[in-house]
């Protein structure tokens, strides 16, 4: 089963839509023990970096997360990704979960329409679990205001909006993340999402 977090700052139904879609096992769950219990974590994420994390906070669920993170397979997407860093810096400096090295910034580059809303291409920097099947020429679909700002041996795929933006990142052990909605990204997305469900199966 996997546990995606509900803890108020989610796009979690669309999230779950996909799981049942491809027929993964899933729920919608803030408990402790079910996640703890899960083959594996989705943490989703919309809205503003220092809410989300005030919201992961009063959960209670922010010690649970960075330990069974390190036990089994893990992914953030789009906000979700983003909490992930150490840091962000959106209307505020707001610490993460520190999962992954890095921060999380404004996207300010001259003459971008901000945010980045929109279907783009992955540029694929290292072999991943998720991106197995995966091609040149897959589009995913963003929309963001902010990106990371890590070490590239972090980043499993980029995409071009003004300069290199983080895609898909990686810890390099169970900690995934996805600056796109994989479940709005159609066949590359579910291919993303079947890829992470047989990684937390193959972990039971």
Not at 52 to 66: C, F, N, Q, R, Y
Not at 67 to 93: A, D, H, R, T
Request: net charge negative; hydrophobic share 40%.
């Amino acid at each position: 089963m996997i546990a995606i977090i509900d803890y108020g700052a989610g796009n979690i139904f669309s999230v779950k839509n996909a799981l049942d879609f491809l027929g993964v096992e899933n729920k919608l769950t803030k408990d402790k023990d079910e996640i703890i219990n899960a083959d594996g974590i989705i943490l989703p994420g919309v809205g503003a970096y220092p809410w989300a994390m005030k919201m992961l906070k009063e959960s209670g669920l922010v010690d649970t997360i960075k330990e069974q993170s390190q036990k089994k397979p893990f992914l953030g997407i789009c906000l979700g990704m983003q909490l992930l860093f150490e840091k962000g810096f959106e209307f505020e400096e707001c610490d993460g979960l520190g999962l992954i090295k890095g921060e999380v910034r404004y996207m300010d580059e001259p003459d971008l329409i901000i945010p980045h809303m929109g279907w783009n291409e992955l540029e694929f920097n290292m072999e991943c679990p998720l991106t197995q099947g995966l091609t040149d020429n897959t589009y995913v679909y963003f929309v963001h205001s902010y990106k990371a700002v890590c070490d590239s041996e972090n980043v499993v795929a980029y995409s071009t909006y003004g300069g290199k933006v983080p895609a898909l990142v990686s810890d390099g052990k169970t900690v995934f993340g996805a600056q796109f909605h994989p479940e709005k990204s159609g066949d590359a997305g579910l291919s993303i999402l079947k890829n992470f469900a047989q990684l937390c199966k193959e972990g039971k």
